[in-house]
């Protein structure tokens, strides 16, 4: 049982709690997956360090060719966001899928992160997007692909008893580049999804150039399909490219058969369905 629950209204304050705590303080966004860890005893803080107050980490900006997205920012903010429907669609469509609206009003997308479910709604969107976190400690600042940040289902690199993610930076989209999600899931408010694709293409002269397709979960964080990735690099844009690279996916996805979440069999035979889906949105997003 923890015994206290802090609001620091800075993240130099929030840090110098978690040092003197010296591993038993926890830092808490929207607590959706928190307090439900704390619960099963997955963890047991004796501090909440709640971050919510914090304006250092609230708000959506951009700075150069990158969108900038706070810690404190919350699925339904980003899905919202005009900035973050321009410059990075498949983030917001992604926070739009997640759990119900209660759930999207007070969970973070830093949370998502760290939490590091393979299926996260938002971090597979990240990570189709190539962006990094930015985690600050009380001894230095280091900035990680998220893609990076998972060390086991559940479980992430970063210490949230004594570093915080203070924000989230994505490449934004540029002209000739499109992105898009899709999700199968039994109904909305279920949380996590039966499966989920995210992609980013970049097109020039009618051709693939950059091309990022992250799947889950069929593995144990989201799964990049590598194959389907270099098949498309440099190959014309058409229905037959796409067609390949999607069944080519199914190299990557090694689903597990759940009770909840549908049979492997089910996931492999739709997730090529959802790979050529996003796939084709994300070309007809590029070429508008
Ligand atoms: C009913 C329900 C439905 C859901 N549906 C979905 C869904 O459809 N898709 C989906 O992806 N998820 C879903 N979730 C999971 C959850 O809502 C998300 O993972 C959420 O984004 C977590 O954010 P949070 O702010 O609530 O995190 P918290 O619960 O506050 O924190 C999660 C973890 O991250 C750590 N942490 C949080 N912020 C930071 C930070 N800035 N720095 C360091 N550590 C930090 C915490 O210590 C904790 O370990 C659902 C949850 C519920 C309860």
């Known amino acids: 049982m923890y015994l206290d629950y802090l609001t620091p209204e800075s993240i130099n304050d929030a840090l110098q709690i978690l040092q003197q705590q010296k591993g038993k ?6 607590g959706t997956d928190l307090l439900l860890d704390i619960e099963s ?12 107050r914090i304006p250092e980490i609230r708000g959506i900006r951009t700075e150069g060719n990158f969108l900038i997205i706070g810690a404190g920012v919350t ?3 980003a899905a919202k966001s005009a900035l973050v429907n321009e410059k990075a669609q498949v983030l917001a469509e992604a926070s739009r899928s997640v759990g119900s609206l209660q759930i999207r009003n007070t969970a973070t997308i830093a949370g998502n992160v760290v939490n590091a479910q393979p299926a996260a709604d938002a971090a597979v969107a990240l990570v189709a997007l190539g962006a990094t976190a930015v985690i600050t400690s009380s001894d ?14 559940g479980k992430s690199k970063v210490n949230s008893n004594n570093e915080i993610v203070t924000k989230i930076i994505i490449p934004a989209l540029q002209p000739g580049e499109g992105s898009a999600f899709t999700r199968l899931a039994q109904r909305k408010a279920l949380a996590l999804p039966m499966l989920n694709v995210a992609v980013m293409v970049s097109i020039a002269e009618d051709k693939f150039q950059r091309v990022s397709i992250v799947m889950a979960p069929v593995g144990p964080q989201p799964v990049r399909a590598s194959d389907s990735e270099n098949l498309l690099k440099g190959a014309a844009v058409n229905e ?10 199914l190299n990557h996805a090694n689903p597990r058969s759940s009770a909840l ?4 069999e089910y996931r492999c035979a739709t997730l090529k369905v959802l790979v050529r889906r996003a796939l084709e949105t994300a070309v007809a997003r590029a070429r508008n």
């Open 41 to 52: 005893k997955k963890h047991n803080p004796e501090v909440l360090v709640d971050i919510t």
């Open 240 to 249: 037959e490219t796409i067609q390949k690279a999607a069944e080519a996916a």
């Open 261 to 264: 979440r549908g049979s492997a």
């Open 25 to 30: 303080a926890r830092i808490i966004a929207g």
């Open 140 to 153: 230095f600042t280091r900035e990680v692909p998220v893609e990076e940040l998972y060390a086991g289902v």
């Open 75 to 77: 699925h339904n903010e």
